[in-house]
């Protein structure tokens, strides 16, 4: 078993930056990939970043160029920097890990984005 915690979530007014954290601990083996995923109020659960074990990158185009994706695969951690936020932003952030087709998810940090 793997379990996620998300850290770092907060109020933050227009244009301003956050960033969150997750930590992985469990049985976590050498290859697993990590996803952002993100909820508005209403809406459906969509991915925002990921980061696989290689490496690769990949962000949803509404956060292209403002978000930042990394991992830290010595301390099983991974990061999202969201700078530029937008009111539309606002959302609850979960993050994903997924080893062995298994994909384990964090319980979420609300991000609100206003003035």
């Known amino acids: 078993q793997v379990q996620l915690v998300e850290s770092g979530g907060g109020l933050v007014q227009p244009v301003g930056s956050l960033r969150l954290s997750c930590s992985a601990s469990?049985?976590?083996?050498?290859?697993?990939?990590w996803g952002w995923y993100r909820q508005a109020p209403g809406k459906q659960r969509e991915l925002v970043a990921r980061v696989t074990s290689y490496g690769t990158t990949n962000y949803a185009d509404s956060v292209k160029g403002r978000f930042t994706i990394s991992r830290d695969n010595t301390k099983n951690t991974s990061d999202l920097q969201m700078n530029s936020l937008k009111a539309e932003d606002t959302a609850v952030y979960y993050c994903?890990?997924?080893?062995?087709?298994?994909?384990?998810w964090g319980k979420g940090t609300l991000v609100t984005v206003s003035s």
């Open positions: 469990g049985t976590i083996f050498r290859k697993y990939n």
């Open positions: 994903k890990l997924s080893q062995l087709g298994v994909d384990y």
